[in-house]
Antibody, heavy 118, light 112 residues
Framework: EVHLLESGGDLVQPGGSLRLSCAAS????????MRWVRQAPGKGLEWISS????????YYADSVKGRFTISRDNSKNTLYLQMNTLRAEDTAVYFC???????????WGQGTLVTVSS | DIVMTQSPLSLPVTPGEPASISCRSS???????????LDWYLQKPGQSPQLLIY???NRASGVPDRFSGSGSGTDFTLKISRVEAEDVGIYYC?????????FGGGTKVEVK
């Protein structure tokens, strides 16, 4: 069974940093592109980053470009999101999702909450 | 960036009755192979989003056949043939043609 488990969410001050992790199991992690999607409190879904299966290619939303870095360790079946220079507007639940061969996000984690506040 | 526009914002439904949600994209999502790069997701209260429909009209594994997706190019529709109480939540369309991937604003389906 496919399982994605995010961790690392916390309360952090504006300007601070945080690293999220997404532990994958139940599938061949190294064969799938992965995504991060976030949801601010009471708001809709926002895609923020994707990474290819090998880790060589990455994409970012303009809202996080230059501040966030997506990466992966295929030997550990883990996806990461390094978040720097955090802002109040980064407060959200962060989901990792698997990209299927048909481009869809077919499996999602339960999410981890990041709160940026002083 | 491709802008996704959903309507309605809110949809009160009666169990057993049909329901329909519209999604429009600011540019065509049609590939040369005939597939549309459009997915539908349902986020039930307190849960993560779940995939319902991919490539415009393909039901994801385990999704009941009362859900169907249609449309092509820039206009898409998600239909529920007979709404059940468990279908309440927020429905999102998402384009997966190109980065940045973008979602519609969501349609909240509530039981009357």
């Amino acid at each position: 069974e496919v399982h994605l488990l995010e961790s690392g969410g916390d309360l952090v001050q504006p300007g601070g940093s945080l690293r999220l992790s997404c532990a994958a199991s139940g599938f061949t992690f190294s064969s799938h592109d992965m995504r991060w999607v976030r949801q601010a409190p009471g708001k809709g879904l926002e895609w923020i980053s994707s990474i290819s299966s090998s880790g060589e290619t990455t994409y970012y939303a303009d809202s996080v470009k230059g501040r966030f870095t997506i990466s992966r360790d295929n030997s550990k079946n883990t996806l990461y999101l390094q978040m720097n220079t955090l802002r109040a507007e980064d407060t959200a639940v962060y989901f990792c999702a698997r990209r299927s061969s048909d481009r869809a996000s077919d499996y999602w984690g339960q999410g981890t909450l990041v709160t940026v506040s002083s | 960036d491709i802008v996704m526009t959903q309507s309605p914002l809110s949809l009160p439904v009666t169990p057993g009755e049909p329901a329909s949600i519209s999604c429009r994209s600011s540019q065509s999502l049609l590939l040369s192979n005939g597939y549309n790069c459009l997915d539908w997701y349902l986020q039930k209260p307190g849960q993560s989003p779940q995939l319902l429909i991919y490539l415009g009209s393909n039901r994801a594994s385990g999704v009941p056949d009362r859900f169907s997706g249609s449309g092509s190019g820039t206009d898409f529709t998600l239909k529920i043939s007979r709404v059940e109480a468990e279908d309440v939540g927020i429905y999102y369309c998402m384009q997966v043609l190109q980065a940045p991937l973008t979602f519609g604003g969501g349609t909240k389906v509530e039981v009357k």
